[in-house]
């Protein structure tokens, strides 16, 4: 990993580049990072602010030889990857929210965007892309309805060198990938609770049909939300809209 990066001062989107490397046969591992995106994408057709300089906006391309099914693991993979090199190396306490911002008490510092091209039973490849504030002062930061941002910065008063967190992340997430693609995905998934923001306390759920509140009891190996119904039945959920606050 890391062995191909291909670095740029701006583009629309690092995913969208990666997207057109992986289909002109880029290597498993190749890195795109970007200064400034003009186009950042988030989830759900969300836009993400990424200003030169002040944050690393970076995608991956991997060509693993799992199951389709099976991708949502990298994506959580990621985020505790996220996880430990902001505990680490930056000295913070973060913590992960389902399904996979980062925060750092209580406010979101990165995002994880997981795309993927394949067929019914073979990944061509997977495009994992996150987000991550670094530099931005309290004034800098992106204004948000949907949640309250952070940055290093703000968190930890310092300014940090953007290519050294690169490389940290990458090394890091080359070890865990490693190690998942040994050992499977039980350690990744137990670590990843261990980061979970609420997790065993009370949480606040809504589904198109109703409104509840119920205990967020763990994630399952594809990603799900283990909570529990309204009746009191172990359920779990893929999407739905958590009052985290
Ligand atoms: C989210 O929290 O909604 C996910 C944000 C993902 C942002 C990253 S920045 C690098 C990559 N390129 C994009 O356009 N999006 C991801």
């Known amino acids: 990993l890391g062995k191909n990066i291909k670095h740029f001062d701006t583009v629309t989107s690092t995913q969208t580049v990666a997207h057109e490397e992986a289909q002109n046969n880029a290597i498993n591992g190749t890195v795109i990072v970007a200064d400034e995106q003009t186009k950042g994408r988030g989830r759900i057709t969300r836009n993400w602010q990424s200003t030169s300089g002040k944050g690393v906006w970076l995608s991956m391309i991997l060509r693993p030889e799992i199951p389709p099914q099976?991708?949502?693991?990298?994506?959580?993979?990621?985020?505790?990857?996220?996880?430990?090199?902001?505990?680490?190396?930056?000295?913070?306490?973060?913590?992960?929210?389902?399904?996979?911002?980062?925060?750092?008490?209580?406010?979101?510092?990165?995002?994880?965007?997981?795309?993927?091209?394949?067929?019914?039973?073979?990944i061509w490849y997977v495009i994992v892309g996150f987000g991550l504030n670094?530099?931005?002062?309290?004034?800098?930061?992106?204004?948000?309805?949907?949640?309250?941002?952070?940055?290093?910065?703000?968190?930890?008063?310092?300014?940090?060198?953007?290519?050294?967190?690169?490389?940290?992340?990458?090394?890091?997430?080359?070890?865990?990938?490693?190690?998942?693609?040994?050992?499977?995905?039980?350690?990744?998934?137990?670590?990843?609770?261990?980061?979970?923001?609420?997790?065993?306390?009370?949480?606040?759920?809504?589904?198109?049909?109703?409104?509840?509140?119920?205990?967020f009891l763990g994630i399952t190996n594809d990603g799900a939300l283990i909570t529990k119904d309204m009746d009191g039945n172990r359920t779990t959920l893929y999407s739905a809209e958590i009052d985290w606050f």
């Open 70 to 122: 099976e991708a949502p693991k990298l994506t959580l993979l990621t985020a505790i990857v996220l996880a430990d090199v902001l505990r680490n190396y930056v000295h913070v306490e973060p913590q992960i929210k389902w399904p996979n911002d980062i925060l750092i008490n209580g406010k979101k510092t990165a995002g994880i965007l997981t795309e993927m091209q394949a067929e019914q039973d073979r």
């Open 134 to 215: 670094v530099n931005h002062t309290i004034e800098e930061l992106p204004e948000n309805i949907n949640y309250k941002a952070t940055s290093l910065r703000v968190e930890t008063d310092t300014e940090w060198k953007l290519n050294d967190l690169i490389q940290e992340i990458l090394v890091t997430f080359e070890k865990t990938y490693d190690y998942y693609l040994e050992h499977g995905f039980a350690d990744i998934k137990e670590k990843w609770e261990s980061y979970g923001f609420k997790m065993g306390k009370e949480i606040s759920i809504k589904t198109m049909k109703s409104h509840w509140k119920a205990p």
